[in-house]
């Protein structure tokens, strides 16, 4: 037998930790990532010409940061790095890309998909108007651009990431006029025992609220969010929320950063045919894997934020491993020290998770109080009321019934951003759990793109 | 009330090379390294009009995955303006025919 052919999607933690663990064996894998440069969104390098250092760029997690981006670049001679490459179709063992405009078919024997975690909406009234962003777009705009998202942002919703981002603005010397968190404090309290799994993280995040409130930022934790204010052609004026008590509060701003934790991209996956499970925790599907990375589907493997949420650290273990099984599945033999040892780590990262879960739930009792009129789709505009009256009117409980009646999640995110609450508010309409409304299957393009490239291109 | 002036504002690495970008014909300035995005964003309000008549949009997840920001250059080239580099001379524009036809119906 030849050189195995594995092809990995993703050039994050997890990726170009798969990477050089096959590249170690004397394996010349295949790399493809969307972007211009490896790092993933996690640890995204600034364009060339930006002066940054790591440190102010990455904060605490700088050194792993610059370890991640040196080991690629030690990788890049012995891999085949395709960047700007979206591999948007999977069929019996070839990978569809699309790189600058051509398509391409890319065969396999075994494919490593790490591709990662966007993040988690719940809409608002008004979280359609300019100037209201993600998290991570929030986060993207100033460490990759150094820009803030306006001139005076309040940040809502709950999840480490609501405070690290925030804490990132204040370093950087952005205006931040609040941080506003769905999640009460006493819940964090409760979830101590399994956040000290990690202890040096659990730190640092207190650290990030201790700057916060150091810097004099308003913090308020257990609100409600009423609605995001402004004016179809002035975008966002102000956000209204309320607090515990039921009393309203009006901060005023130019932008918005929403989020919710996280949500993984797992469409390369859904079209791969793995099979999914329901994570109660999290309320979300995910791909089933076993303790190692691999998936239902033989010859294929997950790793990362894409099928779990461990974060960075974890998507480093897991992408590693699921290298490492994919090579003993080739008869290629492994450290097994090394396999018990990423298989203790990646548990310490699940209790670590269970812990986020309980400190920071998805607030999916929030998505049965919306207004009838709020926006769930923000691509094609159908609201909460429509949503509801696809459920009691045509009777559509399961979600790509009803995704096929109203359109909600079939617009040019692809349900992305609106999927997950769409469920929520399907099955409080229709009386039923969440998981028996289902998930909206993924269809390829996984990403839409001009059919002339196909077309032209000789996918076949 | 109108369009804020500019949506983002610039915190640091202000000290690269200015580019020229025209706005909807009109002559503004952005720097070497910006995505269009960021370019448009520091000179403008917004990015696009919704075809589906509820204003204006400037982006939402900037990493690829919404799809919110795409605008088109003079030619009638779509662009996703958050992975899409600036480089000097860009004609874009922020009012696609596809978006009026649209809000016509």
């Excluded at chain 1, 990646?346 to 269970?354: G, P, S, V, Y």
């Excluded at chain 2, 109108?2 to 952005?30: C, H, M, Q, Y």
């Excluded at chain 2, 008549?53 to 080239?77: H, T």
Aim: proline letters at 4%; glycine letters at 10%.
């Amino acid at each position: 037998m030849g050189q195995p052919r594995i092809v990995i999607v993703g050039a994050g933690p997890a990726g170009v930790r798969a990477a050089q663990a096959l590249v170690e064996r004397g394996i010349r894998p295949v790399l493809v990532d969307e972007s211009r440069r490896d790092g993933g969104q996690i640890y995204r390098r600034q364009p060339e010409g930006f002066r940054r250092p790591y440190t102010k760029l990455y904060g605490s997690e700088a050194n792993k940061a610059e370890a991640l981006h040196r080991s690629f670049e030690l990788l890049r001679d012995r891999i085949d790095w395709h960047a700007e490459t979206l591999a948007w179709n999977v069929e019996s063992n070839r990978l569809h890309v699309v790189q600058a405009g051509q398509a391409q078919v890319l065969p396999f024997d075994a494919l490593i998909v790490c591709s990662g975690a966007t993040d988690r909406l719940m809409p608002v009234p008004g979280w359609d108007l300019a100037g209201c962003y993600s998290m991570g777009a929030a986060q993207i705009s100033l460490k990759s651009q150094a820009c803030s998202i306006g001139q005076r942002v309040v940040f809502m919703g709950s999840g480490p990431l609501l405070y690290l981002v925030a804490s990132q603005y204040v370093a950087a010397g952005a205006q931040v006029e609040a941080v506003l968190d769905t999640s009460a404090s006493s819940l964090r309290v409760r979830a101590l025992p399994r956040l000290a799994a990690r202890p040096a993280v659990l730190l640092n995040g207190l650290k990030l609220v201790a700057s916060l409130r150091l810097a004099g930022v308003r913090l308020m934790t257990g609100i409600k969010p009423v609605e995001i204010t402004g004016s179809p052609r002035e975008g966002v004026t102000g956000i209204r929320v309320c607090d515990g008590r039921g009393r309203e509060h009006l901060f005023k701003c130019d932008a918005v950063a929403l989020g919710y934790h996280l949500r993984s991209e797992a469409q390369i996956a859904d079209i791969a045919k793995c099979e999914f499970h329901f994570d109660a925790g999290s309320r979300q599907w995910l791909p089933r894997i076993d303790e190692d990375g691999r998936s239902s589907v033989r010859g294929i493997y997950l790793a990362g934020d894409g099928v779990r949420l461990a974060g960075a650290d974890g998507a480093e273990a897991s992408g590693r491993l699921a290298a490492l099984a994919c090579m003993a599945d080739l008869n290629m033999s492994c450290s097994q020290p090394e396999v018990a040892e990423l298989r203790a780590k990646l548990r310490t990262m699940e209790r670590f998770r269970q812990g986020l879960l309980q400190a920071f739930p998805w607030p999916h009792q929030a998505a049965a109080e919306l207004p009838d009129n709020t926006v769930v789709c923000r691509c094609e505009v159908v609201t909460a009321g429509e949503l509801r009256t696809t459920v009691s009117e045509l009777g559509a409980s399961e979600i790509n019934r009803a995704k096929a009646l109203c359109r909600v999640g079939m617009g040019r995110c692809q349900g992305r951003y609106c999927g997950h609450a769409a469920a929520e508010i399907v099955a409080h309409a229709a009386k039923i759990p969440v998981e028996q409304v289902g998930r909206i299957r993924s269809q390829g393009p996984v990403k839409p793109f001009p059919i002339s490239t196909i077309a032209a291109g000789g996918a076949k | 009330m109108n369009t804020p002036v500019r949506r983002f504002v610039r915190i640091s690495e202000i000290e690269r090379r200015e580019i020229r970008v025209w706005i909807d014909g009109r002559l503004t300035k952005a720097l070497e390294g910006d995505t269009l995005l960021v370019a448009l964003l520091s000179n403008t309000g917004h990015l696009r009009h919704s075809e589906f008549s509820d204003g204006v949009r400037s982006g939402f997840c900037l990493m690829g995955a919404c799809q919110d920001c795409w605008v088109r250059d003079e030619q009638g080239q779509r662009l996703r303006a958050c992975s899409t580099p600036a480089h000097e001379g860009m004609r874009i524009l922020t009012s696609a025919q596809e978006a009026e036809w649209a809000n016509l119906a």
